[in-house]
């Protein structure tokens, strides 16, 4: 194995775009023809995010093996269209479960079993077994939080011995930290990045890149404080400005020197990226030729990045039309009518419900896909967004009073979506369906026009399923159920005759969505919602 190790640290303070610097690094090397994988390490004791609150952590990303993860890796596979894996997710929560388990088996063979080396090795392992896995040339590890917190410290030491056993060539230490600009005397402060690296220096890590976050161009000064006391060459000082787009971060960091940087630290041959289709893709975001408005309807609506996914999806459908999709994020707890759903959905050309758990909001979902029903908009329904399209067709179509799921009402009358028998008193915690699962896709449907393929795979993670039970009264009706898990006899995608476009489907694709490569159901949303504009 020869694979090459670069670590990203941050410091200063959090939320300077660890996330986005450390899949922008992926791309510009794989632009560059060289085979990477992201990977990142969280050092807070949750076993995974799938149990947080998305207000706790933002959105839960699933990898395609059915991993819960951090929505970073959600940016690592939008950047490098790299599948990362369960194992690309480490958190202090995964490594202490291991070594208590052992601990528990007597596998310490009675030894004290302590955070140095059980711990640290524990996570060596782990970030080492990604570059086992897939082999690539390198691998960028992210650590999360920021130097010196107390939980991260283990983490900073299994990363300093990795560079002790790989070398230094095989090694690279980037820190990310932000550099404030004073306007009252109209500078760029170095202070506290200094302070930064002598933190990371006290744990024995010498950064070869030091990256400044910053709202002003570094000035020469800058530039030449930073490098004298924080040991960098001048070179390797990367500006990392606040851009317009996200998007744009990859080209900012590659005019800025960093895959220069990167190459010469490993001593590998530094060829020119190739960088043309993302480009192209960042011009056309940046020039629409028009712009259509999208309404979500979902629960957790005051954090931007709870539907992060969902909302990268739709910027990238926009994208591929060459429009600009404004979202407009309702509040579902906030329709509480009929009158409501048409005052706050008439004037969007489209409507989007994403997943979601519990019950709060509901109602609302139910009255706007009841909207969008008989109102003829288009519809996309993910996961939770199906189930409450079903439940409002039962209710208003079929006349089934009441119907419901029992996620929100244990013992409703219809329950049209509910646990499948073999989930029926099961633990909780073990029955969702995660990762990756087939569908077949039913001859004749927009769905089978859309994928223009029989058979698909989707990512999921949801526990209640379509009761099949009710099927034949739905296949009877004006809907169709345009996919089926095949192993299982799951429904997975439904479809409205007679609309113009009403699609919800029991997996989350976006997940699979990248910014140049739209998901073909957000893609076909889209351009029905610019049908629907007329614009
Ligand atoms: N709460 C629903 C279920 O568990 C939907 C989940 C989701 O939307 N991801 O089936």
């Known amino acids: 194995m020869n694979t090459k190790f670069i670590f990203i640290t941050g410091g200063v303070v959090s939320s300077l775009g660890k996330g986005i610097t450390a899949a922008s690094i992926g791309l510009l090397l794989k632009s560059r023809g060289l085979s990477v994988v992201n990977q990142k390490c969280d050092p807070y004791l949750n076993i995974d995010p799938g149990t947080m609150n998305p207000y706790q952590h933002g959105e839960v990303f699933v990898t395609e093996d059915g991993g819960e993860t951090d929505l970073d890796l959600g940016h690592y596979e939008r950047f490098t269209d790299v599948a990362v894996r369960k194992f690309n997710s480490t958190t202090a929560g995964k490594v ?24 640290t090795d524990e996570i060596q392992s782990r970030i080492m077994r990604a570059a086992e896995q897939t082999n690539p040339d390198i691998v960028i ?32 230490f ?26 990371l220096l006290g744990f024995g890590i010498q950064p070869d890149i030091i990256m400044c976050r910053s709202e002003k161009k570094l000035t020469q000064s800058v530039r030449e404080k930073l490098s004298l006391f924080c040991n960098v060459d001048q070179d390797a000082i990367i500006e990392n400005l606040t851009a317009k787009s996200i998007y744009e971060v990859p080209l900012m960091l590659e005019k800025a020197g960093l895959g220069k940087t990167i190459c010469k630290l490993f001593h590998i041959e530094d060829t020119k990226p190739e960088l043309t289709d993302w480009e192209k893709m960042l011009y056309t975001f940046y020039h629409p030729e028009k712009e259509i408005t999208v309404a979500l309807v979902g ?10 996914s969902v909302s990268e999806a739709l910027t990238a459908a926009g994208i591929y039309h060459k429009t600009n ?18 005052k706050q959905l008439k004037d969007v050309a489209a409507i989007i419900v994403p997943g979601g758990f ?36 039962a209710r208003h179509v079929l006349h089934l009073e009441n119907a419901s ?18 989930q029926q008193g099961v633990n909780l915690g073990g029955t969702l369906r995660l990762g990756l699962c087939t569908c077949s896709i039913n001859q004749n449907t927009l769905t089978e026009q859309i994928y223009k393929q029989h058979e698909i795979r989707e990512r999921h993670r949801h526990r209640y399923e379509f009761n099949n039970i009710y099927r034949t009264q739905f296949e009877e009706s004006e809907m169709t159920l345009a996919g089926i898990n095949p192993e299982r006899n799951l429904v997975e995608i439904i479809e409205l005759k007679n609309h113009p476009w009403y699609v919800a489907v029991q997996f989350h694709p976006e997940f699979a969505s990248r910014p140049n490569r739209p998901h073909p159901l957000f893609r076909e949303f889209i351009g029905a919602a610019i049908k629907q504009a007329g614009v």
Not at 161 to 170: L, P, S
Not at 174 to 198: A, F, N, R
Not at 299 to 308: F, N, S, V
């Open 358 to 393: 519990g019950d709060r909001g509901v109602e609302g979902m139910v009255f706007t896909a009841e909207y969008a029903r008989t109102k003829k908009i288009p519809y996309f329904g993910i996961c939770l967004g199906m189930q409450v399209a079903v439940i409002e067709f």
């Open 325 to 342: 999709v404004k979202q407009i994020w309702i509040d579902a707890e906030k329709i509480t009518s009929r009158e409501e759903a048409e």
């Open 174 to 199: 980037i820190h990310l930290g932000l550099l404030p600009y004073l306007k009252e005397c109209g500078e760029i402060k170095t202070k506290p990045m200094q302070h930064s690296v002598k933190e």
């Open 299 to 308: 629960k957790y609506i005051e954090l931007p990045d709870a539907y992060l």
């Open 405 to 422: 799921s029992t996620e929100f009402q244990k013992h409703c009358e219809h329950p049209v979506i509910d646990l499948m028998p073999d």
């Open 96 to 119: 202490y479960l291991a070594i208590l388990d052992r601990e528990r088996n007597g596998e310490y063979d009675g030894g004290t079993v302590q955070v140095v080396p059980h711990v």
């Open 141 to 172: 590890t992210e650590i999360g939080g920021t130097v010196g917190d107390i939980e991260s410290l283990p983490f900073i030491e299994a990363i300093r011995q990795i560079r002790y056993a790989v070398g230094k060539d095989r090694s690279v």
